[in-house]
């Protein structure tokens, strides 16, 4: 298990800090325990933030043609059919995960293809598990279109304590479901969004691993 690359400089400006602080009170308090009680809480803090930014090696193990990956880990909080009116302007399919604080946070490009379409949008930052939060939080949404032609959205969501979503896809470059498409600090959702039709493969409040759990079977474009 290595750390992300998107935590390294906040956890060694972490570390300092809190170095700092014990060190400081160590030298100064004359009451041992107190900085007993201060170095627990602030190695329980360094630890919780490194398990936040631990960055799983994965290499989907089947053949991944025709499948739709799980973009993260979390639990499916949303299966509908939805109007997207943001870029794909159609009826869809809605596939959501929810990420907590406690999951990997890197995300993966849930198909195989070219990436089609890359774009940003402000937003709030409500709790990322509530349905508006798809269209009224800060996101950053990807369409890649697969060798069939099939044009599948992933959608970057932030969270309530989220505040930075990066996005690695660029316009015009192939993609593999084993390759990293971002990440989102701190609380977030990815949802996906296909043809109407599409055979579903996970069910409600699953529990998803990204890049090892298939979500859904693409059929062939109309």
């Known amino acids: 298990m290595k750390v992300h690359k998107e935590g390294t400089s906040l956890l060694l400006t972490l570390f300092t800090i809190l170095f700092i602080v014990n060190i400081s009170l160590y030298y100064t308090t004359h009451k041992p325990w107190i900085f007993y ?6 190695s329980t803090l360094f630890l919780l933030v490194l398990n936040f930014f631990r960055s799983p090696f994965r290499k989907f193990p089947y053949d991944s043609e025709g499948l739709v990956i799980a973009p993260a880990d979390g639990r499916i909080v949303a299966i509908e059919e939805v109007m997207e009116n943001e870029i794909l302007h159609r009826e869809c399919l809605q596939i959501s995960i929810f990420m907590s604080v406690f999951n990997v946070h890197a995300n993966w490009f849930p198909v195989n293809g070219t990436v089609k379409h890359v774009s940003h949008n402000s937003g709030r ?41 990066v996005t690695y896809a660029k316009e015009g470059e ?49």
């Open 37 to 42: 009680v201060v170095l627990g809480i602030t």
């Open 125 to 165: 930052f409500m709790a990322a598990y509530l349905p508006k939060s798809s269209t009224e939080n800060e996101r950053s949404a990807v369409v890649i279109t697969t060798r069939n032609g099939v044009d599948v959205l992933a959608r970057q969501i932030a969270g309530a304590m989220a505040r930075r979503i």
């Open 174 to 222: 192939k993609c593999h479901v084993d390759d990293q498409m971002g990440f989102i600090k701190f609380g977030s959702r990815v949802d996906v969004y296909l043809p109407l039709g599409t055979e579903v493969l996970v069910e409600m409040d699953q529990t998803v691993t990204g890049n090892q759990t298939p979500i859904a079977r693409l059929g062939k474009p109309v």
